[in-house]
């Protein structure tokens, strides 16, 4: 099918729902698959590929990058860091057959093994005891406190020869403060080569607010290194950003959208949820009814355009990872509804384009049906979010 050719038939979007929903299906399957007598080692990773190992100057590819340390496990204990790359598993390296989940799959908890990983360059190898995944300790800073380097991804084009992130500024930024600029590639942090936007993340928040952090940025063919100590998440946004917790925040009350009956549609590239709107008692300012009982039961299509929209794992226990991609500019919200219809969370990011990652925790919110929602001008869109 060529670009051009843009409509399907009722059978091939019938089709393509199906198709959707199996992979969703077979998503949860794999997620179940895991268990709390599991051996692991400690740690968030992403896996790379053929292609980024290239770029970073791994010697193997299919490795797994460590991003977050969780406290007191094995992996802390032996001394791995974050960016370490784990290749090999008591000699056995990684291949694209078997990835380091897989070569911990001939192994128990308590199991002794030595781990081969690479730092910055160099092959080093650590000995250390496989725990359980049911013993690890999740437990995550507010939002609020995470470090916040303040910059968003666009979707500029690289110069030939040139790896790195281009972004653009948030305001009241370390990165404001480092005299970056929207359009600025960076490069590196610390010294660590970032091959594209999901390098930065590890690169960020291995660090405490107020530690230094360097950043080495290309701009109009000259390299330049600047360095700040970095601020938190709540110094940068002030109020406008806060995590949920005891206090619930309390939006307007015509900054609410209605957030029950929401019809959800399978997750695409291009993408819109449609929301039944009730505004049934609701008077104008003259006092006459808004609408009629027949349009109240419209649906209104909120058809923000969007990429990559990823929220893992859902269902959830209580902390998970929201991502996306937002092709066009403009004035950007993020928000978290609970069951009640009360927002516990919102992150306004000012004018905005590229890709958005942030990590939410509301374990101690009621279980049900939560709903994100991600707002940009007059556009929206809605998904769901189990608590269990």
Do not use: C
Request: proline residues 8%; glycine residues 8%; hydrophobic residues 35%.
């Amino acid at each position: 099918m060529s670009r051009r050719s843009g409509n399907f038939s009722p059978d091939n979007t019938r089709f393509m729902k199906n198709l959707t929903t199996l992979l969703a299906f077979l998503l949860s399957v794999q997620l179940l698959a895991h268990n709390d007598d599991d051996p692991v080692i400690g740690f968030q990773s992403s896996e790379i590929g053929q292609e980024k190992a290239q770029k970073l100057g791994y010697p193997l590819p299919y490795g797994s990058r460590i991003d977050r340390l969780y406290p007191g496990t094995p992996a802390q204990v032996a001394g791995l860091q974050p960016l370490d790359y784990i290749y090999a598993v008591n000699g056995q390296s990684v291949s694209k057959q078997r990835d380091l989940s897989d070569l911990l799959e001939d192994f128990a908890p308590g199991d002794k093994v030595e781990i081969g990983f690479y730092r910055k360059g160099e092959a080093l190898n650590r000995t250390l005891f496989l725990s359980r995944r049911g013993d690890l300790n999740r437990l995550h800073r507010p939002n609020s406190e995470d470090p916040f380097l303040g910059i968003s991804q666009v979707h500029d084009e690289l110069p030939q020869g040139v790896v790195g992130v281009p972004v653009s500024v948030v305001h009241n930024s370390t990165a404001q403060a480092m005299g970056l600029e929207r359009g600025d590639i960076i490069t590196a942090i610390d010294g660590n080569p970032v091959a594209d936007w999901h390098d930065l993340s590890p690169m960020i928040d291995m660090r405490k607010v107020g530690a230094p952090i360097q950043v080495s940025v290309y701009r109009a063919g000259e390299t330049f290194t600047r360095s700040r100590p970095i601020k938190s998440q709540a110094a940068t946004h002030g109020n406008h950003s806060r995590p949920n917790g005891p206090e619930i925040i309390q939006p307007q009350e015509d900054d609410l959208p209605p957030v029950a009956q929401v019809e959800l549609q399978p997750v695409t590239r291009q993408e819109a949820a449609v929301l039944p709107i009730s505004v049934a008692g609701v008077t104008s300012e003259i006092g006459s009814p808004v609408a009629s009982e027949a349009e109240v039961q419209k649906p209104v299509v909120r058809n923000l355009a969007i990429e990559a929209l990823n929220i893992f794992p859902n269902p959830t226990t209580g902390i998970f990872d929201i991502q996306f991609e937002l092709p066009q500019r403009g004035e950007t919200a993020v928000y978290i509804y609970n069951p009640a219809g009360q927002a516990v969370y919102f992150n306004t990011l000012g004018e905005f384009t590229g890709t958005f990652s942030d990590r939410i925790d509301i374990a101690n919110g009621v279980r049900g049906i939560y709903f994100l929602e991600i707002r940009q001008g007059p556009r929206s869109l809605t998904r769901k979010v189990v608590l269990q």
